[in-house]
């Protein structure tokens, strides 16, 4: 049961809400979570939480990252084949 009380005070977006964020977006909830553990004083469960949450955030900045790699390489490489410069 206590598997159900994930979501809370401590995690206000869950995966779902998380696709629509930009990069940005979740790079600033990142660093805010990550301020909040390192503050300490948390209890365990919220913790739990925000763990948690820094993860799911972590993978939709690195969704974005990979994205952009992607573009980069793909027009990098429409250019050399097309005659570079």
């Not at 979501?7 to 909830?29: I, K, N, S, V, W």
């Not at 300490?40 to 993860?55: I, K, N, V, Y």
């Not at 990252?65 to 097309?82: F, P, T, V």
Request: proline letters at 5%; one cysteine or more.
């Amino acid at each position: 049961m206590a598997d159900q009380e994930q979501a809370g005070p401590a995690a206000p977006a869950g995966p779902a809400d998380d696709d629509g964020l930009g990069y940005e977006q979740a790079r600033d909830a990142l660093l805010e979570v990550v301020r909040r553990l390192e503050t300490g004083g948390t209890p365990l469960e919220e913790s739990l939480a925000l763990w948690e949450r820094g993860e799911q955030l972590a993978k939709v900045c690195q969704r974005w990252l990979d994205g952009a790699r992607a573009r980069l390489d793909a027009a990098l490489a429409a250019e050399e084949e097309s005659g570079g410069r």
